[in-house]
T-cell receptor, first 114, second 114 residues
Framework: NAGVTQTPKFQVLKTGQSMTLQCAQD?????MSWYRQDPGMGLRLIHY???????DQGEVPNGYNVSRSTTEDFPLRLLSAAPSQTSVYFC?????????????FGPGTRLTVT | GNSVTQMEGPVTLSEEAFLTINCTYT??????LFWYVQYPGEGLQLLLK?????DKGSNKGFEATYRKETTSFHLEKGSVQVSDSAVYFC?????????????FGKGTKLSVKP
């Protein structure tokens, strides 16, 4: 049981490049989400999904796209990277949106945009 | 809007010292409250939680009590160990449309010296 996996672990992009951060979970969780972690800012929600085919915006969605074609995968796309997107990105999942369920976090992707 | 405020770090303690990390929140309704821990180079892990007023969450010697009257959820441990060195995040989750979405404080870095 791998839990929540994220690839790549590290990535350097030039301004304007595009890329996809991968997130997968093998726990059959319905709810998945993406956060970014910046120094002194805590974690902020980018996008989330309550099930396959359903996504919604979080607190800081601009510059990011998501889709959820399967229960297992929830990729985060940067269409045109900007230096302001330099951050550590965490994917999380839980069985449901209900507050009684723990959210499980992946190990993170450290992205640098030059 | 909903928010979490936790004490600024870093906090440096000697082994076996008493730990308190303050956390206060602002929320509509009655949120659930959480403490997450992030060890160096890893993702976040749930440390403890409380879902209603006066509940006490506890795990690994850490405790926090949900105080509705002071809107607080302070984290305490009676005797810290070097292995407790990590970043600690206070978070809340509310009912309603944003249910399932965590709102985090900025994090408090704890360093424990032998």
């Amino acid at each position: 049981n791998a839990g929540v996996t994220q690839t790549p672990k590290f990535q350097v992009l030039k301004t304007g490049q595009s890329m996809t951060l991968q997130c997968a979970q093998d726990m059959n969780h319905e709810y998945m989400s993406w956060y970014r972690q910046d120094p002194g800012m805590g974690l902020r929600l980018i996008h989330y999904s309550v099930g396959a085919g359903i996504t919604d915006q979080g607190e800081v969605p601009n510059g990011y796209n998501v889709s959820r074609s399967t229960t297992e995968d929830f990729p985060l796309r940067l269409l045109s990277a900007a230096p302001s997107q330099t951050s550590v990105y965490f994917c999380a999942s839980s069985p449901d949106r209900d507050i009684s369920y723990e959210q499980y976090f992946g190990p993170g992707t450290r992205l640098t945009v030059t | 809007g909903n928010s979490v405020t936790q004490m600024e770090g870093p906090v440096t303690l000697s082994e076996e010292a008493f730990l308190t990390i303050n956390c206060t929140y602002t929320a509509t309704g009655y949120p659930s409250l959480f403490w997450y821990v992030q060890y160096p180079g890893e993702g976040l892990q749930l440390l403890l939680k409380a879902t209603k007023a006066d509940d006490k969450g506890s795990n690994k010697g850490f405790e926090a009590t949900y105080r509705k009257e002071t809107t607080s959820f302070h984290l305490e441990k009676g005797s810290v160990q070097v292995s407790d060195s990590a970043v600690y995040f206070c978070a809340l989750m509310t009912y309603g449309g944003s249910q399932g979405n965590l709102i985090f404080g900025k994090g408090t870095k704890l360093s424990v010296k032998p």
